[in-house]
């Protein structure tokens, strides 16, 4: 069985696709929550798994991925490692290996997963799949080898592996299956189809605040438990974006996946377990859009933004750019090892019997942090593009930044202030920090281009004088955005060939080191980052969209393909 296979399999699993199978006549179109027991941490629900899975196997993402170094690295990880020990055990317990051609066997319309266990795996899957083809399932072809249970009239299959202590249960009746790593489960399931009354996953609060909040239901839909899933330990571990004090804020989350044609996009709703008031602002924030020119690379509008956030964005994106404080060294330095000497004439000089002595530091704040903090910003806007020089050679990232106060700026406190910041790394005098009048705007008379423009309430600034010029362009343009608390976008298709040239130069220093056949490590930019560019290359644009209401948080998120 090929690894891509036992790993995505696995994959499956753990986020909670799984087998099932029982005979009851229910309606394809009808929830199937009534039927699963209470107690779950995630419910995952799909219109039809079937035409999922079928497209995730034909897709080009897909075979890129495999074929690729990186998943390569990826399955020696410990993640995968443990994932794959879980299958074996499955494998074990059921009497069968795991494959992509059994999940594609059971793998019916109408289906539903709810996870018990992160770490056990437990789950529970319901899916609606035409008797014939349950019965030519290798999973219903190996029944003899399980054990026959009965819960709610109906007869199903269980069997433990003595050494694991795995579960795994399954039944086939009519036009649905079941399947569970956990007898108690399908016993549940089938007392619940029966007509038993007993608590589902609809009685709990957390699933009614969560499925009461959101709309219509997706082709996919994820409800999820967040008091729960956010204090176990493997979520914390391998929760790649590590915002676990963000989340806590939440009792529970929805997520509706909606395809069509070209499009992807997923409606959220995060449940709050407080009420919170909403921040000011949205308006502002929805308004300063109209000032992104079509084309652009990247753009974020976010509502009233601290006077913090908005100095680090100014002095990081535009006026003193770097990449922040070096990160502390998880690997340990290395031994120079010399010829043994321990010093030499020159340190007979330096006292060793008391401490060096500090010379003492002024911190001083700037007259632009002054300036953020006593003026009230209602919004905030930057916008960044790349582009290659002439030579084709290095990539130049340009940003823009637009902040909204709610008064007018003083035109002269913001030029000194920009100075103020900037002289020290640029000149020991006034060359290249005075300002010149350009059309509509100021600029540095040096080589550097940074340029200013004051309108109202609108401070513009900008390393680049098109960028100027195109938002300046859009002022008087009204905008198209419903207030929200935050809009961004991505143009992946236009910065997608910079960002591969970017990074391949990056890493260009470290190539040849390391690469010792099959074990050579991927390169950290050009192939980990950057080939997850590489492998969604036919997704062209990303726009996300937050706001706020009353007990929820709701976010739209929209993918563009170009196929």
């Not at 999820?224 to 391998?238: A, D, Q």
């Not at 008087?476 to 419903?482: G, L, P, Q, T, Y």
């Amino acid at each position: 069985m090929k690894l891509a296979t036992v790993l995505l399999l696995i994959a499956v699993i753990c986020a909670g696709l799984g087998w099932a199978a029982y005979q009851v006549t229910l309606s394809p179109e009808k929830s199937l929550a009534p039927y699963v027991p209470a107690g779950p941490l995630l419910y995952l629900e799909a219109k039809d798994f079937g035409s999922l899975l079928k497209d995730w196997n034909a897709s080009p993402q897909k075979r890129q991925w495999v074929a690729s170094d990186n998943y390569q690295v990826f399955s020696r990880s410990r993640l995968f490692l443990r994932l794959k020990g879980a299958g074996d055990q499955f494998a074990t317990a059921a009497g069968l290996p795991p494959s992509m051609d059994l999940l594609t066997q059971i793998g019916g319309t109408h289906s539903v997963l709810a996870l018990y266990d992160i770490g056990n795996l437990q789950f529970l899957y319901i899916t609606h799949l035409p008797s014939a083809k349950s019965m030519e399932s290798a999973l219903w072809q190996t029944r003899s080898k399980f054990e026959p249970r009965n819960a709610g009239g109906v007869d199903f299959y269980a069997r433990r592996d003595p050494e694991s202590q795995k579960e795994v249960a399954f039944a086939v009746s009519g036009e649905y299956m079941l399947l569970a790593t956990r007898e108690a489960l399908i016993a549940g399931a089938l007392q619940l189809m029966a007509g038993n009354k007993a608590n589902t996953v609809e009685s709990e609060a957390w699933w009614v605040q969560s499925v009461a909040a959101a709309g219509s239901t997706g082709d996919l839909r994820m409800v999820l438990n967040m008091e729960k899933i956010v204090p176990s330990p493997y979520f914390r571990t391998y929760w790649v974006q590590q915002n676990i004090t963000d989340l806590k804020q939440y009792s529970g989350a929805v997520s509706d996946l909606f395809r069509s044609g070209k499009q992807y996009r997923e409606e959220r709703v995060l449940i709050r377990k407080t009420e919170s008031e909403i921040p000011a602002g949205a308006s502002e924030a929805a308004d300063l859009v109209r000032l992104v020119s079509a084309g652009v690379g990247m753009y974020e509008a976010k509502a009233s933004p601290s006077s913090d956030f908005c100095f680090d964005l100014v002095q990081t994106k535009l006026l003193t750019p770097h990449l922040g404080p070096a990160p502390v060294s998880k690997i340990a330095p290395d031994v120079q090892l010399g010829s043994g000497e321990t010093g030499s004439g020159s340190d007979l000089e330096t006292r060793i019997d008391q401490a060096e002595v500090q010379q003492p530091t002024i911190q001083t704040v700037s007259a632009l942090k002054q300036l953020l903090d006593k003026t009230q910003i209602t919004a905030s806007l930057q916008v960044q593009s790349s582009d290659r020089d002439k030579a084709g050679v290095f990539v130049r990232i340009h940003s823009a930044i637009t902040l909204a106060a709610a008064t007018n700026w003083d035109e002269a406190s913001v030029q000194s202030a920009l100075i103020d910041l900037v002289r020290p790394s640029l000149t020991a005098n006034q060359l290249g920090v005075r300002w010149q009048q350009k059309s509509g705007y100021q600029q540095l008379d040096g080589l550097w281009p940074l340029v200013v423009s004051i309108h109202g309430k609108y401070m513009l600034i900008a390393d680049d004088p098109s960028m100027m010029e195109a938002m300046l362009a859009n002022l008087n343009r009204k905008s198209e955005v419903a207030p929200a608390l935050l809009v961004a976008g991505f143009n992946h298709q236009r910065e997608r060939d910079d960002f591969a040239r970017f990074s391949s130069v990056v890493d260009r220093p470290n190539r040849g080191q390391g690469n010792y056949g099959s074990e050579r490590q991927p390169q950290f930019f050009s192939e980990n980052i950057g080939s997850l560019s590489s492998t969604f290359a036919g997704v062209s644009a990303e726009n996300v969209i937050v706001r706020a209401e009353t007990g929820k948080v709701t976010q739209t998120v929209t993918y563009e393909w170009t196929q």
